[in-house]
């Protein structure tokens, strides 16, 4: 018997079906960081960036990536999103923006991928609209923080 949800009998690809699942609230977190120099946090926080208000921006893309997840990410299923929140922190000690995403749905299936794919595309956008002063960026950390909703619960340590 195959345990790998996401592959039949044959060991092919198939999408998971979740007809037979309640549909539940399901909650999800997600979390990651950029790391830039300190001219960039600078007009970051001055809100100086030539391509416009990057803070302002990347919540923007993140909630999109949320609701696109389905479109990006091979079979997996389109989900009845009911809230999505992008949060940030600039740390200029360590020249870091930490951001964290929060999804809420209602839906037979997770909403995991939507909250990290939130993360990863908002530190993309970041990125995007400062690489004009400096390419000498790097995104890192992105991670499920926690999940809650379905057959199990999820929240990692530290």
């Known amino acids: ?46 809100n100086s960036i030539q391509k416009g208000d990057v803070l302002a921006t990347k919540k923007i893309a ?3 990536a949320a609701k ?5 990410v091979p079979l997996c299923h389109q989900i009845k999103l009911t ?14 923006i930490f951001i964290a995403s929060f999804v809420t749905g209602m839906d037979r299936t997770g909403v995991e991928m939507e909250a ?3 993360a990863a595309v908002s530190l993309i956008t970041v990125y995007d609209m400062c690489k004009s002063i400096s390419q000498d960026m790097v995104i890192g ?18």
């Open 68 to 72: 696109k997840t389905w479109e990006l």
């Open 141 to 158: 950390g992105i991670k499920l923080i926690k999940k809650t909703g379905g057959k199990s619960d999820f929240i990692r340590d530290s």
């Open 83 to 96: 809230n999505i929140d992008i949060n940030f922190k600039i740390d200029e000690v360590e020249n870091k």
């Open 62 to 64: 993140g909630i999109n």
């Open 116 to 118: 990290i794919a939130a």
């Open 1 to 46: 018997m195959n345990d790998f949800s996401h592959a039949d009998i044959d060991g092919k690809i198939k999408m998971v079906d979740v007809s037979g699942k309640k549909e539940t609230l399901r909650t999800a977190q997600a979390c990651g960081h950029i790391i830039l120099n300190k001219e960039i946090i600078s007009r970051i926080k001055g």
